[in-house]
């Protein structure tokens, strides 16, 4: 590996640092009773209302709708991610300091299918929160569901709902956009090289 990829990698690694400072994901919902809205953050391990009482206003709104309460603590994949993040900070810097370019491709490739696996098991979690209703709730209207979308906006009943990537998502996406650079270099001086021995 060149000492330019294996700088990209390095600066990869160590960039993924932040999404355990900064939310991966944001859901809004706005609505006449709630003209400033209602937000929840979503971090590498826990989820938070954007305001004091954001989240705790949600879970009681889930109640009258018969959705599960959200319940951080009970969300296995906010214990693991941290340690898959981890992981990507770790193996990176060890595939930079060693310069092997396997490891370099290693680090994109998982990266891409952790990657696609994350959107994708959020998709789930949504679709179990929105679909998977209390048949004696409060509020029942037949054959709607409350799946918020995974990216953009909807409506739900009388509430807006949006949902998009937040600071930290980003961050993992520039990171892995570093790597995929680092990646394509690594590739091209190598070839140069080969055509300058041939």
């Known amino acids: 590996m060149n000492k330019i990829s294996r700088g990209l990698l390095a600066l990869a690694s160590i960039l993924l640092i932040g999404v355990y400072f900064f939310p991966l994901w944001r859901i809004t919902l706005t609505a006449p009773q709630y ?60 595939g930079a300091f060693t310069g092997k370019r396997s490891l370099l491709k290693a680090w994109v490739i998982l990266f891409v299918i952790f990657g696609i696996l994350a959107i ?12 998977n209703l209390d048949p004696n709730a409060p509020i029942k209207v037949p054959g709607l569901a409350y799946q918020p979308p995974l990216i953009g906006c909807k409506t739900l009943l009388n509430f807006h709902a949006c949902s998009w990537p ?28 080969q055509g300058v021995r041939a």
């Open 120 to 131: 994708a098991d959020f998709w789930w979690w949504e679709y179990k929160y929105g679909h």
């Open 35 to 94: 003209p400033e809205g209602l937000g929840m953050l979503i971090w590498v391990n826990t989820i938070t209302g954007e305001k004091p009482n954001d989240l705790y206003n949600i879970n009681i709104l889930n109640h009258y709708i018969g959705m599960q309460p959200i319940e951080p603590e009970k969300v296995i994949e906010l214990k693991i991610l941290p340690f898959v993040f981890a992981f990507f900070i770790l193996f990176g810097l060890y």
């Open 166 to 193: 937040h600071i930290g998502a980003f961050i993992a996406f520039a990171s892995l956009v570093l790597g995929f650079i680092a990646l394509l270099l690594d590739r091209y001086y190598r070839g140069v090289s």
